[in-house]
């Protein structure tokens, strides 16, 4: 047994495990004495929020099309980092290029749904939610720990990392998933007193009644959740050790809370962490430049600080967003909202290549490339292959996986 | 037929201004509904000490130029004033035009803006988004600047359609593309709204069906004329003012009494508040504070001795950045405000309220109050009826625990 499953047990055993009367969340609470959590496969999403330019992330150099569109725009066969003869990867995305050269780096190209929407709103709350209808009260990752809980009595949870709200994709009708911003933000004060109220018999026993659906339960399953996470979280930073460093960005800092959090077996199977800025409408090419050379170069080291621990196998991160860009750029040196566009999965297990088709830059959707490939594919892959949960009741249909999984 | 108790009071308060204390509630009890109604829509004089320290903050943060001492005046403010409706109504327009500094970066322009929906926002929906369009910040924040005749940018175009005035589902790609050239030259010169003749595209526009040679202010009326502008509005109303998930039927009732005053907005919050419905057990209690609600209405009742600069530090933190949205689409609101972090945030701070002086200083009478004759207050705390066992337990609790115990129940979240 490691030390940090140890020093974590032994929090357990301080801070107890929180039984409530009713339909008590199972969030944090069980599932951690389990021995089995150890090398559980885990998946990370990074959410690209803004709206990606896949065209200058995975670069086509070699179509025509691309460069006649993109006159001050476009990046060239010299700048972009070689995949092939006709596409590179954006320069500043180094990080990236190493995980391809180890074949760890899955593209998936022309990803999008029918009918895109152009709305960075409602275009995130479909890829969030993984569903077409207006109202959508859950999202995918919040109904696959639903259904698991419900079919299996697994309590598989999720953390939100970074969040300041809950991603829709993480809200399920029942499973409420903790947003930790900072560890050291979440801590419970006491104000003078012993202990913080919230972790107090009194306290429990008063949010103990509940009455289903409504936002009163809502508060007290969130509050209960949340006080159970901080009890367990509260010395969390002290068992964690890292010899690989990490870049400055926000990312990287949150991905390292991350493989804190993996490291010490807790609960969560998934992840989510947001990089926002992508809505590049004008004076494009410096910031997108920073933003991916974040993206590349914190994953890069959250994967390299998880091989060191001997976890990077059990680890598949994912990134989306809600949708690319335009083809032709603009008048302000940027690029509007467009729809289909590619995502990253870095694999553990050597499956990293092209999955999908690239789409046409001829043949376009009111001046967008196509989708080629359906969203939900992804999804379906990342459920029934690497978490090994059936993806058709949580998509509503039967989607095909890919192979990078 | 509506019992104007001391519970419906208390419910009506609470949605009208930053919290409610018990007098507030006897004397609205007192007064009766229409009276309190009319008193809360006719401006009232401010004290003297509060029109000086709002002026004072005010001066201070427009001569420094510091968005965050900005932040600070409007805070103060929300809590201060003798017109609290008018202060909840100018935050419901800075979430629904959600203009942030953080691209703006001219406290003039956002201190303008803020001017703006506290003059126009009680009154005609017409005025306000044609003032709106030729805002400053809104032009910067939009890029409006960047809508030339041969390079259009939709971002305003879109935004008009979707957050707006209209909602989703109202309006095609096509006829944001069309407007957009409409708004085309509606730029800025010196910090104030300059039509630049030379970069308007003026030829014929197709929008909604209808085809001419628009300009903005024609789109701009054929969005205040489009039949889903009251029920956008009646929605959004209700949502901020009453019920998170307003029925279909309620929302057309809400959009008829917009249309009846053509679009003007306190009128119709008035008589929605007078409306049964308004006091029904699906509505009281079932809106999740925002962070400006909880932090807000906790101190006012509660406490003296302010710290502005904490407070406003405290909500930014907990997710409501005054000035600063998140996006174009506001705070979302709702359930959204609660998570895990928000969580221990919250209970933070009201474990702060009462048991040091980091935000305030609790009033003794206050302490007193709630130690000795908890029952007041309860009605005064609890927008939702407490359980039995929540009942007892605060009843157990030592008399000096009462309080905090009270602030870090979920049920003290929903007003």
Redesign the interface.
Known sequence: MSTNRRDFLKLLGTAGVVSLAGPAPSLWSSALGAEAAKGERVLVLIQMAGGNDGLNTVIPFGDDAYLKARPALAIGKGAALKLNDTLGLHPAMSGFRDLWEASRLAIVQGVGYPKPDRSHFRSMDIWQAAHFSERIPTGWVGRMLDQTVAQTGMAWEAACIGQDKLPLSCLGERVVPPTIQRLEEFRLTSAGRETALVSTAAWKQAVSSSESGSELDFLRRSATSAVTSAERLASLSKTYRSATPYPSSRLAQQLQLVAQMITADLPARVYFVTLDGFDTHSQQLPGHAVLLGELSSAVSAFFADLDEKGRGDSVMLTTFSEFGRRLAENGSLGTDHGAASVLFTVTPAGKGGLYGTAPSLTDLDDGDPKFTTDFRRVYATLLDRWLQRPSQPVLGEAFAPLDFA | MITFDTSAAAHLLRRLQFGVNPEEIDRAVREGLDATLDRLFTPQPETAEFTASQAALRDAAVATASIQDLKAWWLHRMAGTANPVTEKVTLFWHNHFATSYNKVLSVPMMTAQNDLFRTLGSGSFRQLLTTVARDPAMLVWL?GN?N?K??P???FA?EVM?LFALG??NYT?RDIQEAARAFSGWHLREGRFWFNDSQHDSSDKTVFGKTGKFDGQAIINLCLDHPACPRFLAFKLLRTFVV?EPSPAWIDRVAALFTKHDLTFAPVLKEVCRSPEFYGSDVR????KSPVELVLGTLRPLCERIRWPAVRDLSA?L?QDVFAP??V?GW?GG???????????R??FL??V???ERYGSLRSEVREAIAQQPHDWVTALFA?PL?D??RE??T??VPS?RL??SL????Y??M
């Open positions: 890029d960047a030339r041969r390079h940018n939709e971002n879109r979707e989703l589902g790609e998170t209690g079932t809106i999740i933190q997710g998140p996006s689409k979302d359930r959204q405000w609660i998570h895990a972090t928000a969580w221990i945030q209970w933070n474990s702060d009462t048991g040091s939702t359980s066992t929540t337990v605060l157990k609790a625990d905090s115990l870090s129940l979920p049920e979240q929903l």
